[in-house]
């Protein structure tokens, strides 16, 4: 026997309210002088009587107090014939409908998504009156249809109803966890968790979520689990379905110069049995308009087809590129977008170290290659000052005339050291989505670096550097590029080893040795042939840093500057640097949306369009807009009411399209997490349980039956005693 | 017919003035009084009746009218009336403070029949007691005797326990030995067999008896509802703490059958019983005296 609110126990204290009443009731008489006293006399019997009486009375009535307390703590117990005769039990239930969008996928009309809602709404006609449910949606972020526990049965069935299509991943744990949280507080006995899902392993059992699992199950008092039912809404789903998706699309650059060629790389894959014919095309859009078509080539490895596309944007500011193939029985992954920021040229600040003003100085190699003399409209607008002139307000002050020049990418071209303010500027730039390139020569001085701006691992440099190493004057011995390394997005276009190339021709007599180990963040992108890296990258904040073991001119007798990958090098590289800040516009789930127009624009309304549901009308009184309701993924439009339209994409969760069902080690992985977890089929699989022997049955109701019954029998008493008199 | 209120009486003060008042108001009230001129000196003859005594017979008017007649003496028709007022502690309940005591109903009770026997010529006597006997003044026909009973029954003062079968006894045989009326006032708050036996006694010597029962009405009804302690004007010591309300149907059921049992076995000796409630008009009893004096 227990309670389930065992505190209100100490509500049993009033027990002592009735013979309290009672003996005062007694000190408090009238008095009368009396002359015929004779007649006061009653029998011994009598006088018992009343004695017995009396005391019956506030036992009763002391029962009565006491039965109360106890039917409002809740008690219950364990036997088995009183589960066979008593009442089921009201119950809180939270059922999580999966909004994932592998339940989008559609057979004979009916979506997995449309099953769990009959079954949501079968299973509502199975409850009692009393019984209270609340309605989640998983997604990556789950929405609450109903958000608290509802005895109004009608309510959740019009929420389960009106439930959103499936769009996006699923993080199930985490709705797991709202549903443990919502049904906290409730204080009925029997509390259920029903997951409605399609029985995909992605989102269930894969590893991802089998950590989250884990972590949840760790978090989780084992008695704080309630119920958690696992219903497969579509159990007759064939394991072996074919579904064509397109992976999320990928490119190096997130941010693209005007009449620039953009190049975009994606997959067509196919899930399920081979030997399926592909799509016929890949249709492209820009900004909602048609941009072309793209035959897909033949079936590549795995299912697999790799598609690679060049689009170019003409004008600048943010466009929205997608990419989709005709509608198939899941059309949750027929669609991906990319947002792109075009900029009519991109602001680079280059410090170089060497205080000559002569054309041989460093930096004039990386203006000659990013903004030619020559070149009218070039793509990269440059400001080259010396490591004296380089004040922080650089960072932060427009390059030209117009107000959206100000830095995005800042080179630091062999300067001998970098003061502490110079590098706090740095590190203020790199938190704000800036790019940084560093490239170390003959000038620059290790102790400064390593002290100031590497700090063990700590600071924004992406490694530690050791020593110049190489002799220059020892061409035959000058270190190579490993062109096999260059697996980063930002030099894969270099990955070969033709002559005249990065990979096949450049060499390195003298270079720094950099100490980049995996504890300090920073990651080798480049390797050399003398085992030590070229360049060497760095996410910090939210931005990039890469450290270049070469000044990236002349210097040290390299031939870099004299091939013709130099230019593209140094193009790839700023580009790469500039899209650190293009993470904020293709955005995981839940990541917010924060604007702030690069244009001086005043702060204003601001109108967004998420992918489902109506425009959000926001009145921005400064700048940044934060917009955190990014649950949903698609993509989201704002415009402010100048007329600047700024896209985001929310990436979906590309695993959702592998529509492979859990098998039984899945199942049991997962249960042996959740101890409580039970897979089921029907509304009765889960309510039947409620009759098994060892459930513990409330007996409030049965307490509250001899309450009546004793109240019924002190105002029999009490009318019996009153009527003697 | 006015009758008299005694709780508005008492505060004109003097037994003697309360009881003249009741009286005139009461002979005011009975016009065309049978009674008039009852106890005068005029004696009369009256037709005789079977179960009268022959040497009674006036065989002059027997010669004259053909006819028996009785001829009535002057001394004959006067009663000696004794007023026996309990002036036990259980008389001085007083159910409200509006109503007055047992014992001052009984008060005034007693002196407005002395005043109207003394009224009638009748000789009145009076007695008070509780266990003992506290007064005694013997019965006189003279009207300046009213001042004597009425200055006596003011003075008396309830308390003491009830006791009065033993007086009665006392009385009938040292005290009241010539034939008469006795008219007792009380509650009677005694042992039911000792009173009767003195009331036998009193029978036995052939005084006409005549119970005046006098009850507060809150004895009759017992109307109290809540718990209550009830102390005992007789004797200090004795309380009782009482529900009253579960008390109440056996209290009633008690008091009644007391109360019938000795109006019955009074009757089954001829002795009248009558009810006096504190909150009925005083001068019922002198209807009753009346009555009781025509019958004797």
């Known amino acids: 026997m227990g309670f389930l609110a065992p505190a209100l126990l100490l509500g049993l204290g009033a027990l002592v309210i009735p013979p309290i009443v009672h003996l005062l009731n007694r000190r408090r008489f009238d008095i009368v002088e009396w002359g015929a006293m004779q007649f006061l006399r009653i029998s011994e019997r009598t006088r018992k009587k009343i004695f017995l009486e009396q005391i019956l009375l506030m036992l009763l009535r002391m029962g009565l107090v006491a039965l109360l307390v106890l039917g409002v703590a809740s008690p219950w117990l364990k036997l088995p014939w009183l589960a066979k005769i008593a009442p089921a039990p009201n119950r809180d239930v939270v059922l999580i409908l999966d909004g994932s969008f592998s339940m989008g996928y559609t057979k004979d009309g009916k979506s997995a998504h449309d099953a769990a809602k009959d079954w949501a709404a079968d299973f509502l006609n199975h409850l009692q009156a009393g019984d209270a449910v609340a309605v989640l949606h998983a997604r990556q972020q789950s929405v609450p249809l109903t958000g608290y526990l509802s005895t109004n049965l009608e309510q959740a069935r019009g929420a389960i109803a009106e439930a959103p299509k499936p769009r996006g991943g699923v993080n199930m744990s985490a709705a797991v966890r709202e549903a443990i949280l919502l049904l906290k507080a409730s204080g009925k006995q029997q509390c259920d968790i029903i997951v409605l899902t399609d029985g995909q392993r992605h989102g269930w059992a894969d590893p991802k979520s089998l950590e989250r699992w884990e972590l949840l199950a760790s978090g989780t008092p084992e008695g704080d689990l309630p119920n958690l039912w696992v219903v497969n809404v579509v159990p007759d789903r064939s394991p072996d379905l074919p579904n064509w998706s397109l992976s999320p699309i990928q490119s190096s650059r997130a941010v693209a110069a005007v009449g620039r060629e953009v190049k975009f790389k994606t997959e067509l894959q196919l899930h399920g049995p081979a030997g399926q014919k592909a799509p016929d095309r890949v249709r492209v859009e820009v900004d909602g308009r048609p941009a072309g078509d793209h035959r897909p080539p033949g079936i590549a490895d795995k299912g697999r087809i790799p598609l690679t596309f060049t689009q170019r944007f003409n004008t600048p500011g943010s466009h929205l590129l997608t990419i989709s193939i005709d509608e198939d029985a899941m059309p949750g992954d027929n669609r991906q977008d990319f947002a792109v920021e075009v900029m009519p040229t991109l602001p680079v600040l280059i410090v170089d170290g060497d205080v000559r003003s002569s054309r041989t100085r460093g930096a004039d190699f990386l203006r000659d290659a990013l903004a030619p003399a020559l070149d009218t409209a070039p793509s990269f607008l440059l400001r080259i000052n010396s490591i004296a002139e380089f004040t922080p307000d650089l960072l932060a002050k427009p390059i030209g005339r117009e107000a959206n020049t100000v830095p995005r990418v800042l080179v630091m071209m062999n300067v001998p050291a970098i003061r502490p303010d110079q590098g706090q500027a740095i590190e203020a730039f790199l938190g704000a989505g800036g790019g940084v390139l560093v490239t170390l020569g003959s000038r620059a001085e290790a102790g400064g670096y390593n002290e100031e701006h590497f700090r063990d691992g700590r600071g924004w440099l992406p490694a530690r550097l050791v020593d110049p190493v190489g002799d220059e004057n020892e061409l035959e011995k000058a270190a190579r590029v490993v062109y096999s390394s260059l697996e980063s997005a930002a030099l894969e276009l270099f990955k070969n080893d033709e002559p005249g190339s990065l990979g096949g021709s450049a060499y390195f007599p003298r270079h720094w040795k950099l100490d980049a180990r995996a504890e300090t963040g920073g990651v080798p992108i480049a390797m050399l042939t003398d085992r030590n890296p070229l360049f060497v990258e760095k996410s910090f904040g939210k931005g990039r840093v890469i450290l270049s073991a070469v000044p990236l001119d002349n210097g040290w007798r390299t031939n870099l500057t004299d091939l013709g990958d130099y230019v593209r090098l140094a193009h790839e590289l700023v580009y790469y640097l500039a899209a650190a800040r293009g993470g904020d516009v293709n955005l995981e789930a839940k990541q917010p949306i924060v604007f702030r127009p690069s244009d001086g624009e005043l702060p204003g309304p601001v109108t967004i369009q998420p992918p489902d549901g109506p425009a959000r009308r926001i009145a921005v009184k400064e700048w940044p807009l934060t917009y955190d309701e990014t649950r949903d993924t698609g993509v989201y439009k704002l415009t402010t009411d100048t007329g600047k339209v700024q896209y985001y994409v929310v990436q979906p969760d590309a695993g959702e399209s592998d529509l492979t069902p859990c098998n039984d080690e899945d199942r049991e992985s997962v249960a042996r997490l959740l101890k409580t977890t039970r897979y089921v089929f029907t509304p009765r699989d889960v309510l039947s349980q409620a009759a098994d022997p060892e459930t513990r049955v409330e007996v409030w109701w049965l307490l509250l039956l001899l309450v009546i019954a004793l109240l019924a029998f002190e105002v029999w008493m009490t009318r019996r005693i009153a009527g003697a008199k | ?296």
């Open chain 2, 1 to 296: 017919m006015t009758r008299f209120d005694p709780t508005e009486l008492r505060k004109y003060g003097g037994l003697t003035l309360i009881a003249r008042q009741i009286v005139e108001g009461f002979l005011t009230g009975v016009h065309r009084s049978p009674y008039k001129g009852f106890s005068v000196e005029f004696a009369e003859h009256r037709q005789y009746t079977p179960g009268d005594e022959i040497r009674h017979i006036d065989w002059r008017a027997v010669g004259k009218t053909d006819r028996y007649y009785v001829k009535e003496y002057e001394e004959e028709t006067n009663l000696k009336a004794y007023l026996l007022v309990d002036a036990s502690g259980s008389m001085a309940f007083r159910g409200s403070s509006k109503s007055p005591s047992k014992f001052e109903y009984a008060q005034h009770v007693a002196a407005s029949l002395a005043y109207l026997m003394l009224h009638q010529m009748d000789a009145v006597g009076l007695i008070t007691l509780d266990t003992k006997l506290r007064s005694l003044i013997p019965a006189r026909a003279n009207p300046k005797h009213l001042l004597r009973v009425l200055t006596t029954l003011e003075k008396t003062q309830p308390g003491g326990e009830t006791a009065m079968a033993p007086l009665w006894h006392e009385l009938a045989g040292h005290h009241m030995k010539r034939r008469g009326m006795i008219i007792i006032l009380s509650d009677f708050f005694d042992h039911l067999d000792d009173l009767i036996r003195a009331l036998q006694h009193l029978r036995h010597r052939n005084h006409e008896v005549v119970l005046l029962h006098v009850l507060a009405p809150e004895e009759l009804e017992f109307p109290y509802k809540r718990l209550t302690q009830f102390r005992s004007l007789e004797s200090t010591d004795h309380k009782v703490l009482v529900d009253t309300r579960r008390l109440r149907e056996d209290y009633v059921r008690n008091f009644e059958t007391f109360r019938r049992e000795l109006k019955d076995r009074a009757a089954k000796l001829r002795v009248d019983y009558h009810l006096m409630r504190t909150d009925a008009p005083v001068d019922r009893a002198l209807g009753i005296y009346l009555s009781r004096r025509q019958r004797a």
